[in-house]
């Protein structure tokens, strides 16, 4: 298990549906970052992760946004009634411990919202 | 506020030769954390060159290099003999202590590589 896996790959769900998204960190990596990437655009941040707790979940745009890291391993980002806007790239980052330790990041979840 | 700002949407280069991207980035920070990162067509984000802030010596990585300005707060990167495998968006990128080390990124520059 080198790197961070995210699944799926591709979600292509209907507006007003529930959707998870779920990442699987490197292993021993405390910290976990998600990240939402709209086509055209630089990442922005949603929510971190230090072990189980969410540290920092300033970035998440409503509550209709949320995460859970229950055992400080695998992530599930949880998003209630879907919108159009919604439809992004969400991308996970772990690191060792945060600061001065590279973010390794998965590959991404391809979010689209009709 | 921290922000990132990259005013290069788009550059080419042929193959061989150099090219330098762009970044100016604004924090409060003293200490803070400088990336460039490389995104291929796949969408995983690959980790370019980092630099930590209070280090004067500009960071370089092979064929990777940066020009660090701390004053003007300018992060550019240079890449020499550049490959037909750079080809790729890259993204400039900050992180510091008051913000749980969240990376701030900037918008992106699309690197095209002639052959």
């Known amino acids: 298990g080198a790197g961070v896996s995210q699944t799926p790959s591709n979600k292509v769900t209907e507006k007003g549906k529930y959707v998870e998204l779920r990442c699987d960190p490197i292993?021993?990596?405390?910290?976990l970052y998600w990240y939402r990437q709209s086509l055209g655009q630089g990442p922005e941040f949603l929510i971190y992760?230090?072990?189980?707790?969410?540290?920092?979940d300033s970035g998440l745009p409503n509550d209709r946004f949320f995460a859970v890291r229950p055992e400080g391993s695998v992530s599930t980002l949880k998003i209630q009634r879907t919108e159009r806007g919604d439809s992004a790239v969400y991308l996970c980052?772990?690191?060792?411990?945060?600061?001065?330790?590279?973010?390794?990041f998965g590959p991404g979840t391809r979010l689209t919202v009709l | 506020a921290q922000t990132v700002t990259q005013s290069q949407p788009e550059m080419s280069v042929q193959e061989a030769e150099t090219v330098t991207l762009s970044c100016t980035y604004d924090?409060?920070?003293?200490?803070?954390?400088l990336f460039w990162y490389k995104q291929p067509p796949s969408r995983q984000m690959i980790l370019v060159i980092r630099?930590?802030?209070?280090k004067q010596q500009n960071a370089t990585e092979n064929r990777f290099s940066v020009n660090f300005q701390k004053a003007a707060k300018s992060f550019s990167l240079k890449i020499s003999d550049s490959q037909l495998g750079d080809a790729a968006m890259y993204f400039c990128?900050?992180?510091?202590?008051?913000?749980?080390?969240?990376?701030?990124w900037g918008a992106g520059t699309k690197l095209i590589i002639k052959p």
């Open positions: 630099q930590e802030a209070y």
């Open positions: 990128a900050q992180s510091g202590m008051d913000s749980n080390y969240q990376l701030i």
């Open positions: 292993s021993g990596h405390t910290a």
């Open positions: 992760f230090q072990g189980t707790g969410a540290a920092d």
């Open positions: 980052a772990s690191s060792l411990q945060p600061g001065v330790n590279e973010q390794f």
């Open positions: 924090t409060s920070e003293s200490d803070y954390y």
